[in-house]
């Protein structure tokens, strides 16, 4: 054999193994994390029922998709496999009907969690307030499913948030919403802490953004309570991508 393509074979060889080993990475939540990605033409699709060879929008538009064609872009060498599988309107009881298949059974290194939203949204809807006791046992129980599965995993913990913005802030309820917002916020900090994981402070970079910038309509970065505006999503991405840790 050719000494000069041993040498090439045994590079490109070394090159797809450290390639095999990269992180394994998966977004999951609601429509703040889902962006449409998949081409998703049903606002809520399962997973099974989007396009996931389309690369044009395997990410979706959010800060999903930034974070992740960040690492991809500036760490290729690194070899690390993103999915997103946010899907929009989704509760944390909708994320546990799914885990098995959309978290489990692609086996991630790293899960990143932002849900809260929509169970803010029915409780409010419902006429209740949500049971944080519950609610924090819940989504205990899923990270322990991936623990006992793979012990090293890492999860990277996005709080939601609201802001006074759209019909949502104009609401008679929106002191009702922000204050289940903050419950929900004080389970995912109590969380990271027994579970070393990364917290992703979403909330606080949206209240900052918004104090920080009085010249601007607040709906310049949350245009309806909720839901991010490009620019937020880019500053969310730029804190995920800080506070993740994916990079030591």
């Known amino acids: 054999m050719n000494k000069r393509f041993f040498i090439t074979l045994c590079i490109c060889a070394l090159f797809v193994i450290s390639m095999a080993k990269g ?29 996931q060879n ?10 999903m998709m930034i974070a992740a064609s960040y690492f991809e872009a500036l760490y290729p060498e690194e070899g690390w496999t ?5 899907i929009s309107g989704n509760t944390l009881d909708d994320l546990a009907l ?22 803010v949204e029915q409780a409010l809807n419902d006429g209740r307030t949500i049971d944080v006791q519950t609610w ?19 999860f990277v913990l996005c709080t939601p948030f609201v802001a006074k913005t759209g019909w949502r802030g104009e609401s008679d309820n929106y002191p009702q919403r922000q204050q289940m917002i903050v419950s929900l916020v004080e ?17 606080t970079l949206v209240a900052e953004a918004i104090a920080s910038t009085p010249y601007l309509p607040a709906n310049y970065w949350i ?16 804190m995920w991508i800080s506070n993740s840790e994916l990079v030591y």
């Not at 389309?54 to 800060?63: E, L």
């Open 23 to 51: 992180k394994r990475v998966l977004f999951i939540g609601d429509s703040i994390t889902d962006g449409a990605w998949g081409n998703s033409k049903v606002w809520n699709a399962s997973s099974d029922q989007r396009d």
């Open 136 to 154: 924090d046992k819940k989504l205990r129980s899923l990270l322990n499913d991936v623990k006992k599965q793979k012990p090293m995993v890492k």
């Open 187 to 203: 389970v995912f900090v109590g969380i990271c802490n027994d579970y070393n994981a990364s917290l992703v402070p979403f909330h």
């Open 98 to 119: 799914r885990w098995q298949n959309d978290v489990l059974n692609l086996d991630p290194d790293v899960v990143s969690i932002l849900v809260g939203t929509n169970d």
């Open 54 to 63: 389309d690369m044009n929008h395997i990410y979706g538009h959010g800060y």
């Open 82 to 86: 993103f999915w997103n599988r946010g």
């Open 223 to 238: 245009w309806d309570g909720i839901h991010p505006t490009p620019a937020m999503h880019y500053r969310m991405a730029q």
